[in-house]
């Protein structure tokens, strides 16, 4: 069964660092999601992409944070400076269009910040 | 009002019970509904999308209530295997995904 691909799955950096994480959506998934899951909390979309273009990012700190996907395919989502706060798991989905009723996630990158 | 609203638990139950959750929502636009399933430390899953009439799938029931704006999620004879959260969902358009905080549920022998 294809996957949606993350890394690292864990991830441990000092506040005021820079850290980024890597998605690889399923291939052919036009649409491709970033959350932001807080321990208790359900997920919160950061960023969506369709293909290389920018659906939403209304929830995305923009003063720190930054999302990419050039060429339509993978994505890199990057933070910095790193704020204790930012201690959550970041989970990449993707569907294979915008109707967005099947999505599928990536098992997660796990960040710390210290 | 937040967009997604669910009582978030936990639920214990024993071994064949029947346990039900509700989820509320505040956009009477909202378009299609879904209840993932969410195991400690993993990613999400689609447990089921849910349909204004309804829809059954082995031991778990999906309703929806538009007139209220809420959705069920009903589970008959509870295994230790369904313990879980359980995350309601709400596609709002343009596959715009809202969740709910989650509603944990633990099934004890």
């Known amino acids: 069964e294809a996957e949606v691909a993350q890394s690292p799955r864990y991830k441990i950096t000092e506040k005021s660092q820079a850290v980024a994480f890597w998605c690889d959506p399923i291939?052919?998934?036009?649409?491709l999601y970033w959350y932001r899951q807080i321990l208790g909390q359900g997920p919160e979309l950061l960023v969506q992409f369709q293909d290389e273009s920018v659906v939403d990012d209304s929830q995305l700190p923009k003063d720190r944070f930054s999302a990419e996907r050039l060429k339509g395919v993978d994505s890199t989502l990057k933070i910095q400076p790193a704020e204790l706060g930012d201690s959550a798991m970041y989970l990449c989905?993707?569907?294979?269009?915008?109707?967005?009723?099947?999505?599928?996630f990536g098992e997660g990158s796990w960040l710390t910040v210290v | 009002r937040k967009e997604v609203e669910q009582d978030p638990g936990p639920f214990n139950v024993p071994e064949g019970a029947t346990v039900a959750f509700n989820c509320t929502y505040s956009?009477?636009?909202?378009?299609?509904f879904f209840w993932y399933r969410q195991d400690c430390r993993k990613e999400p899953k689609l447990l089921m999308s849910?349909?204004?009439s309804g829809n059954e799938d082995g031991r778990f029931t999906a309703q929806l209530n538009r007139a209220s704006q809420y959705i069920s999620l009903l589970i008959r004879d509870s295994k230790l295997s369904d313990s879980a959260t359980y995350l309601c969902v709400v596609n709002k358009g343009y596959s715009t995904l809202t969740f709910g905080k989650g509603t944990m549920l633990l099934v004890s022998p």
């Open positions: 956009n009477s636009a909202s378009q299609s």
């Open positions: 291939s052919g998934h036009a649409t």
């Open positions: 989905a993707s569907s294979l269009d915008l109707s967005g009723n099947t999505i599928y």
């Open positions: 849910v349909y204004s």
